[in-house]
């Protein structure tokens, strides 16, 4: 299976700072179509998880622009620009290239 | 609006079974695959199974092959996992989630726990 490496695992962040999480895959997220099937969720407290990125760096509806998505192969990075309260939970990588998808260990994020 | 109600989850003795639903509403249940994802303290998200619009191919995670099987009906817009075989490690909390292909799942339920314990 592919294993999905995340750092940092935690990532204590002061309000309105930026914040950056690495999602890094055993081996290359590129598929036969072309496209890099590479997944970043948001877990909120208390909730379900939330799809925030598709295909590296396509925002869901909804998603503030303060989100974006990066990488290409084996590396990825999601990045908030300026964090904002909401933003606390757990984020987790997701690869959907091979099967069975696989998960990211996910990196806590909190408000310092 | 799209909605996912998970049930059937509670605690079983290992070794036990038991039976999960997945209720869907505000889209055609019959068009789409399917899945279950399950989420533990110690190993974080898993997919667990999926499947098709008719049915008639699943697909499931290795640790649960020969145990679980998924199912629906569309008549009655449900999603199933009949869990045997119980094993301390399956205690998680159960997702379902309609599937996006490759890009992971846009909409879940709220989760089932599912605990296996003596």
């Known amino acids: 299976d592919v294993v999905m490496t995340q750092s940092p695992l935690s990532l204590p962040v002061t309000l309105g700072q930026p914040a950056s999480i690495s999602c890094r895959s055993s081996?290359?997220?590129?598929?036969?179509?072309?496209?890099?099937?590479l997944t970043w969720f948001q877990q909120r407290p208390g909730q379900s998880p939330r799809r925030l990125l598709y295909?590296?760096?396509n925002r869901d509806s909804g998603v503030p622009d303060r989100f974006s998505g990066s990488g290409s192969g084996t590396d990825f990075t999601l990045k908030i620009s300026r964090v904002e309260a909401e933003d606390v939970g757990v984020y987790y990588c997701?690869?959907?290239?091979?099967?069975?998808?696989?998960f990211g260990q996910g990196t806590k994020l909190e408000i310092k | 609006e799209v909605q996912l109600m998970e049930s059937g989850g509670g605690l079983v003795q290992p070794g036990g079974s038991l039976r999960l639903s997945c209720a869907a509403s505000?889209?055609?249940?019959?068009?789409?695959?399917m899945s279950w994802v399950r989420q533990t303290a110690g190993k974080g998200l898993e997919w667990v199974a999926n499947?098709?619009?008719?049915?008639?191919?699943?697909h499931y995670v290795d640790s649960v092959k020969g145990r679980f099987t998924i199912s629906r009906d569309n008549a009655q817009n449900s999603l199933y996992l009949q869990m045997n075989s119980l094993r301390a490690e399956d205690t998680a909390v159960y997702y379902c989630?309609?599937?996006?292909?490759?890009?992971?799942?846009?909409?879940w339920g709220q989760g089932t726990q599912v605990t296996v314990s003596s």
């Open positions: 295909k590296v760096s």
């Open positions: 989630a309609r599937d996006a292909g490759s890009s992971g799942w846009f909409y």
């Open positions: 997701m690869q959907g290239t091979h099967w069975p998808h696989t």
């Open positions: 081996q290359s997220l590129v598929y036969s179509d072309g496209n890099t099937y």
């Open positions: 505000g889209f055609t249940f019959s068009d789409y695959w």
């Open positions: 499947i098709n619009q008719g049915g008639s191919e699943k």
